[in-house]
């Protein structure tokens, strides 16, 4: 197996840590006004105002250069929150959420980003490695719940995680209905509630209601 990294994945620094900021802000840029199908490296190139060579040898594809702006995009979001209880720690997931799905600049960015891995094998990947990053970042808080017995021991984290998020991208996506902070908690109180009841208890997992704090 080859020791290259995928274009764009090298982590950089000095001057290449600007080059690369610049491009994948130029990129945001590109797909929150035209979408995926728009993408060309040469428009990037020079909305970022660095050399269309730099570009192609650095991400190769638009497909290279939309994995890495995802990569950033996650390890950029905010930390987890951590309140104590499960129904505050899940309420603090969806309002961050909610706020980034409604921000002008990051709900569009988004919406391009997912309509791109419906049509694309590779953006398809790359979204999927941003949620799991971004959901491993949170399920600790599912995880201490049960240690507090405020859930089954078994409960699958990354799933309660997933849960409270889903209601929040149906409305930007289906439904166009609300997408403020009642509708985040009620997304995690609904979460929350079914978790407690162990409608996420892994297959082959004890639902044991483990101790109490």
């Known amino acids: 197996m080859s ?72 390890e950029q979001s905010a930390p987890r929150t ?19 799905l409604t921000d002008p600049r990051q709900g569009p960015l988004f919406k391009a980003l997912i309509a791109a891995a419906t049509g694309d094998a590779k953006t398809a990947a790359a979204l999927q ?8 970042e949170w399920a600790p808080c599912v995880r201490q719940a049960v240690e507090r017995g405020e859930v089954p021991e078994g409960t699958d984290a990354h799933e309660v995680v997933r849960a409270v998020s889903a209601p929040l991208y149906y409305h930007l996506l289906i439904s166009g209905g609300p997408l403020d902070e009642a509708t985040a908690d009620r997304a995690a109180e609904a979460t929350a ?9 892994r297959d082959g997992a004890e639902p044991a209601t483990g101790r109490r704090a």
């Open 193 to 201: 509630i079914a978790a407690r009841a162990g409608a996420y208890v």
């Open 82 to 100: 951590e309140t104590g209880s499960l129904i505050g720690d899940l309420k603090a997931n969806a309002r961050l959420v909610q706020r980034t």
């Open 3 to 74: 020791g290259e990294a995928e274009p764009g994945t090298v982590r950089p620094g000095g001057r290449t840590a600007r080059v690369r900021e610049a491009v994948l802000r130029a990129a945001e840029d590109a797909l929150t006004e035209q979408g995926f199908t728009g993408l060309d490296l040469a428009d990037i190139a020079r909305r970022a105002d660095v050399g269309k060579t730099t570009v192609y040898r650095r991400w190769g594809t638009v497909t290279g250069l939309v994995a890495d702006l995802l990569l950033d995009m996650a």
């Open 129 to 136: 490695r941003f949620y799991d990053i971004r959901v491993g």
